[in-house]
């Protein structure tokens, strides 16, 4: 598993965890979706380094 795809996977179980919680956190899961679509795309790209993956 490369670094991204680790970043990725973390992403998602956090994403999963406030959808099951199902309390109002409507920015933080879009921000979550933001960075996992940008890593998605980095990955698809090649990893080039990026904004998104030094956070």
Do not use: F, P, S
Request: with cysteine.
């Amino acid at each position: 598993m490369t670094t991204i795809e680790a970043k990725i996977a973390e992403l998602e179980t956090r994403l999963h965890r406030l959808t099951v919680n199902g309390k109002d956190n409507y920015g933080v899961r879009r921000k979550i979706e933001r960075q996992i679509r940008t890593l998605r795309e980095l990955q698809d790209k090649g990893g080039v380094v990026c904004k998104a993956e030094k956070k």
